[in-house]
């Protein structure tokens, strides 16, 4: 596709369960990043990719989150233990190469956690 | 570390009136400076930046934002308000040529009234 894909767009699970949002970012785009963002605030970083590898993992709340971006395109981010407080809209972008700052973002994961 | 503070959560205006966003941005290094818009039920997309040079700077849409090193500001201004541009406003922050981690406010949702 043209844009930054993410899936599920939905995603209601119960606490305590493991959660999995996969990331298609626009081909060429070296760059990912990783946004939550809860109603009415704005995205809060989260992490980002320069290919492979984490640049920056500073914004994971604690080590029940991680993300993987093992070929250097679809990331997944992954939630173990979900808690309520982790309800949110995750967003994940791409940018072509580090240092440009425009991010394209896809239209995010609603993540609910009853 | 980096901020932003966005004054006014909501902002209503006429059609056909001035729009002004108010940003004002809190870093240890030069920053670069971003805006993003999300219409309803899209992804956020870039309205405009600055990084270097030029501290006055045009986007999409008409709009445009002028950087002031010394109000420590970077205000998002259009002449004539369109209904077409209700929409959420978020300003962002990033460390000039030092990392990528981008930075949002919490937002400013814009009414236009007809």
Known sequence: GA???????????????????????????TALYWYRQSLGQGPE????????????????????????????????????????????????????????GELFFGEGSRLTVL | AQSVTQLGSHVSVSEGALVLLRCNYSSSVPPYLFWYVQYPNQGLQLLLKYTTGATLVKGINGFEAEFKKSETSFHLTKPSAHMSDAA???????????????????????????
């Open chain 1, 3 to 29: 844009g930054v894909s993410q899936t599920p767009s939905n995603k209601v699970t119960e606490k305590g369960k493991y959660v999995e949002l996969r990331c298609d970012p626009i081909s060429g785009h």
């Open chain 2, 88 to 114: 959420e406003y978020f300003c962002a922050v990033s460390r000039a040529g030092r990392d990528d981690k981008i930075i949002f406010g919490k937002g400013t949702r814009l009414h236009i009234l007809p």
């Open chain 1, 45 to 100: 970083f989260l992490i980002y990719f320069q290919g492979t590898g984490a640049a920056d993992d500073s914004g994971l709340p604690n080590d029940r989150f991680f993300a993987v971006r093992p070929e250097g395109s679809v990331s997944t981010l992954k939630i173990q233990r979900t808690e309520r407080g982790d309800s949110a809209v995750y967003l994940c972008a791409s940018s072509l190469t580090l240092g440009t």
